[in-house]
Nanobody, 122 residues
Framework: VQLQASGGGLVQAGASLRPSCAAT????????MGWFRQAPGREREFVAA????????VYADSVKGRSTISRGNARNTVYLQMNSLKPEDTAVYYC????????????????WGQGTQVTVSS
């Protein structure tokens, strides 16, 4: 089982990015998937998550209204559309997946990807 995150980059404040996470190794149609981030010197924090059904999305207050999490048609890919990026959004973004997790904002996901760097300059 592997989660491959990509789509990070270096952008200016106010720009948009759309990191993606591709899951391989098994069918992830019924897995809840989430995004977390970790900035230098800080603990990893929750960003957004989506229920396997696609009917429930959860966002951290820090990104609510600026970000949208979604699943691809094949359901093995999850996207994080981030708009109006701020310097404080700079971090390594990790995707995660879990079959049974009830609290989508917790860090108890079973599978984790390697992360993609997002850097926002002021």
């Amino acid at each position: 089982v592997q989660l491959q995150a990509s789509g990070g980059g270096l952008v200016q404040a106010g720009a948009s990015l759309r990191p993606s996470c591709a899951a391989t190794g098994r069918t992830f149609s019924y897995y809840n998937m989430g995004w977390f981030r970790q900035a230098p010197g800080r603990e990893r924090e929750f960003v957004a998550a989506i229920h396997w059904s696609g009917d429930n999305m959860v966002y951290a207050d820090s990104v609510k209204g600026r970000s949208t999490i979604s699943r691809g048609n094949a359901r093995n890919t999850v996207y994080l559309q981030m708009n109006s990026l701020k310097p404080e959004d700079t971090a390594v973004y990790y995707c995660a997946a879990d079959l049974y997790l009830r609290d989508l904002s917790s860090s108890g996901y079973r599978y984790w990807g390697q992360g993609t760097q997002v850097t926002v300059s002021s």
